[in-house]
């Protein structure tokens, strides 16, 4: 049996590159206001958890799991593979994120200003900002995604 004959088999590097190609990154919208918004929440949660961890550990792994769970949705997002998931509500789901953190933060960071550390204060100067940014987000979700789509479930 040769497989010379048969269309479509190459190299397992061209089939390996060919499977990752659903992972092309939209450099549009890294540059856009949602992008930049998440990369903003990104590198702000990656600068809390630093600063619990120099001082406060016990509070790190709020700003940890908050930094993966924005990591995961920057790289769905800039990726579009998000599309993949249809029946998920996306603008639900990244609402009910940005309201999460900002109750999380909220409390984390309250409670770290308590220590009178230097970097648990910074922390919570951190950690006002990101709730701020946090809140734009999710007001922005709110505005362009639901408030549309409820007018349109009314009208229908």
């Given at each position: 049996?040769?497989?010379?004959g048969v269309v479509g088999t190459g190299p397992p590097e061209?089939?390996?590159?060919?499977?990752?190609?659903?992972?092309?990154?939209?450099?549009?919208?890294?540059?856009?206001?949602?992008?930049?918004?998440?990369?903003?929440?990104?590198?702000?949660?990656?600068?809390?958890?630093?600063?619990?961890?120099?001082?406060?550990?016990?509070?790190?792994?709020?700003?940890?799991?908050?930094?993966?769970?924005?990591?995961?949705?920057?790289?769905?997002?800039?990726?579009?593979?998000?599309?993949?998931?249809?029946?998920?509500?996306?603008?639900?789901?990244?609402?009910?994120?940005?309201?999460?953190?900002?109750?999380?933060?909220?409390?984390?960071?309250?409670?770290?200003?308590?220590?009178?550390?230097?970097?648990?204060?910074?922390a919570f100067v951190f950690g006002i900002i990101l709730v701020?940014?946090?809140?734009?987000?999710a007001f922005k979700i709110y505005r362009t995604e639901m408030?549309?789509?409820?007018?349109?479930?009314?009208?229908?």
């Amino acid at each position: 049996c040769s497989m010379l004959g048969v269309v479509g088999t190459g190299p397992p590097e061209e089939g390996a590159a060919a499977g990752l190609e659903g992972f092309a990154v939209d450099k549009t919208f890294l540059s856009s206001l949602k992008g930049i918004l998440l990369e903003t929440e990104l590198a702000l949660t990656f600068i809390i958890f630093i600063c619990f961890t120099a001082s406060i550990s016990a509070y790190m792994a709020a700003a940890l799991l908050e930094f993966f769970i924005t990591l995961a949705f920057l790289f769905l997002y800039a990726t579009q593979y998000y599309q993949r998931f249809d029946r998920l509500n996306w603008p639900c789901l990244d609402f009910l994120r940005c309201v999460s953190a900002i109750i999380i933060f909220l409390v984390v960071s309250f409670a770290a200003v308590t220590s009178r550390d230097g970097a648990a204060i910074a922390a919570f100067v951190f950690g006002i900002i990101l709730v701020s940014v946090f809140a734009y987000d999710a007001f922005k979700i709110y505005r362009t995604e639901m408030v549309p789509r409820a007018a349109q479930g009314d009208q229908q």
